[in-house]
């Protein structure tokens, strides 16, 4: 089945620790991008990729990383500079600008 | 910055009934709008979109509206069942020449419930 795959489904991490979310997809995306979701919101972009080994910063970028190396993969990196990093994040790809965001089925990760 | 919201953050409906889910946006810019749907736990999946260049749309058992004059999109779901219970995120782009491409601004949702 072709999709964007994100791991693992719950993370936990203690505050002060560094945490990297997978997203891989097998569509063949250009683009990829990352969101975050808080309870009883809408997403909000944080880092967005439109082609290998690069990448923006999306609306809320600040204690986040990301890196572009392969065309399949765009890991985002929670810092402990993140102050509430506790929240639902989705990576999601698009085969171009005309192309409607397909979604991978979210990381939920609890920093306590 | 810009925003999109929705008029209602609840909904509740009958089964068979037809539902209608609205959204308000501020970019006037805009010219493309997407429709999500997101159950719980998972990630949002993609309904139906529309091009500022139109006013409506239909998929199957879903038409979207477009009123570009009072900037309002307007999701339209025929004979609701149980499974169409989620939440429902409008999401517009306003596309300035592709730099801004996925980078979709999302209204706060809209809860669906279908009652047997």
């Known amino acids: 089945d072709g999709g964007i795959t994100q791991s693992p489904k719950y993370l936990f991490r203690k505050e002060g620790q560094n945490v990297t979310l997978s997203c891989e997809q097998n569509l063949n995306h250009d683009a990829m991008y990352w969101y975050r979701q808080d309870p009883g919101q809408g997403l909000r972009l944080i880092y967005y990729?439109?082609?290998?080994?690069?990448?923006q910063k999306g609306d809320i970028a600040e204690g986040y990383s990301v890196s572009r190396e392969k065309k399949e993969s765009f890991p985002l990196t929670v810092t402990s500079a993140q102050k509430n990093p506790t929240a639902f994040y989705l990576c999601a790809g698009a085969r171009d600008h005309n192309s409607p965001l397909h979604f991978g089925n979210g990381t939920r990760l609890t920093v306590t | 910055g810009e925003s999109v919201g929705l008029h209602l953050p609840t909904l509740s409906v009958q089964e068979g009934d037809n539902s209608i889910i609205n959204c308000a946006y501020s970019n006037s810019a805009s010219d493309y709008f997407i429709w999500y749907k997101q159950e719980s736990g998972k990630g949002p999946q993609f309904i139906i979109d529309?091009?500022?260049?139109?006013d409506k749309r239909q998929g199957q058992r879903v038409t979207v509206l477009l009123n570009k004059t009072v900037k309002h999109l307007s999701l339209q779901i025929a004979a609701t069942q149980p499974g169409d219970s989620a939440v429902y995120f409008c999401a517009e782009n306003s596309g300035a020449g592709g730099t801004s491409y996925g980078k979709l601004t999302f209204g706060q949702g809209t809860i669906l419930t279908v009652h047997p």
């Open positions: 529309i091009r500022s260049n139109m």
């Open positions: 990729s439109q082609i290998v080994n690069d990448f």
